[in-house]
């Protein structure tokens, strides 16, 4: 997508040329970082290392749009560069810190190699607009109150919030029938994102989320319905008493009473409930599948670490299950269904094999990077 494509887009959604937030968007700031090859962000605030050279806001860092979804990724080698999930408006307008062979392009992923003759190659994996980033969509749904909040940092909700959150509305939008559990997202009723308190917080649809904010469901319905939910979730689950009546007892010793006819009140087991942590038909559910996944994502994230470790930077788990989280459309990484076990092993097989050290292991000979699940499954039959 070229400059004059990107404008006709713009014009065709009714929206600004250029990306109305690019001044505060961290996916942008990090954008220019990587593209810019700027050093000194492990021990430096990386806000601080692009402000020094007049790239962001010198109020940046108060009013910083957080990054949402895809999480910003490059492997920056001798004869191998390859980026993934950039801000589409670095490559095409800021041609002193864009990645050099995609200048002119709304690129946000690409690869470019070099072989042993000197011959190099570009390929642009993928281009957009700036509507379709996650913090633009974001922003829109909380246009009304952006400004109004702006000073105050954004908390998400915890992942145990965000499970009995779920439950109360029992896994679907609180005001529509939307059911995909991995698009559902949590709104901030009073308006105040750092507020995650239960109470604060109800699950909403990416369509209901954006009427609250355009109030075409008004404040008083979605505290309506909070209150609702919440009532309906404790009276569910409420411990009720459970009432014995004996009649006509025939004991040796019968009990003194109103015609040996009593009623005796027992309490139910007082101890915790038992919640299941992950659902039915889930990966979380079979040991085997469970466990032999979780080898996958361990080994790609050793892999993974002996490329990031040459530029001082560390592995993230959590922006890793995030990914595949939103990948796979799930609640979680051990929520996807065992239906989709097969799809999910080739995804992290193939991840594994893309990586760096992969790829060494190859030129020497050494092909098998994993084991296979039924090698696994030989391995840890009798261990569950």
Not at 56 to 63: A, H, M, R, S, V
Not at 240 to 253: D, G, Q, R, V, Y
Not at 318 to 324: C, L, Q, R, T
């Amino acid at each position: 997508m070229n400059e004059k494509e990107y404008f006709e887009k713009s014009q065709e959604k009714n929206l600004p040329s250029r990306c109305p937030i690019l001044d505060y968007c961290t996916r942008r700031a990090y954008s220019l970082y990587f593209f810019g090859e700027f050093t000194g962000g492990v021990n430096e605030n990386i806000v601080k290392i692009l402000q020094r050279h007049n790239l962001l806001k010198n109020d940046f860092e108060e009013k910083a749009i957080e990054l949402s979804g895809e999480v910003p990724e490059v492997l920056f080698l001798d004869d191998y560069k390859t980026y993934e999930n950039q801000c589409p408006e670095v490559n095409l307008f800021d041609t002193t810190y864009a990645f050099r062979f995609a200048i002119g392009k709304a690129s946000t992923s690409g690869v470019w190699k070099s072989d042993s003759l000197g011959n190099s190659k570009f390929k642009n994996l993928k281009s957009r607009h700036y509507s379709e980033c996650s913090e633009f969509s974001r922003t829109q749904f909380e246009k009304p109150f952006v400004k109004r909040k702006m000073t105050q940092k954004r908390k998400n909700p915890t992942y145990r919030q965000k499970v009995r959150l779920l439950q109360e509305s029992k896994n679907q939008c609180a005001f529509c029938d939307f059911s995909d559990a991995g698009r559902i997202q949590f709104h901030h009723i009073d308006e105040n994102p750092a507020n995650t308190i239960l109470e604060n917080l109800i699950s909403v649809c990416p369509n209901c989320h954006s009427h609250i904010g355009e109030k075409v469901i008004t404040e008083n319905e979605v505290l309506n319905k909070k209150h609702f939910l919440n009532s309906n979730f404790k009276s569910e689950n409420k411990k009720e008493n459970t009432n014995i009546k004996i009649s006509k007892s025939t004991l040796n010793n019968p009990v003194v009473g109103n015609n040996n006819i009593i009623n005796i009140s027992v309490k139910t087991q007082s101890g915790k409930k038992i919640i299941q942590k992950y659902p039915n038909g889930s990966i979380g559910q079979n040991v085997l599948m469970c466990g032999y996944s979780k080898y996958l994502a361990d080994k790609y994230a050793e892999y993974k670490t002996f490329e990031l470790k040459n530029k001082g930077q560390k592995f993230n788990y959590a922006s890793f299950y995030g990914k595949v989280k939103k990948d796979f459309k799930a609640g979680g990484f051990f929520h996807i269904p065992e239906t989709r076990f097969l799809e999910l092993t080739t995804y992290l097989q193939s991840r594994i094999d893309r990586t760096i050290l992969a790829k060494v292991n190859k030129s020497k000979g050494i092909f098998k990077n994993y084991t296979s699940y039924s090698e696994y499954e030989l391995e840890n039959i009798g261990k569950e």
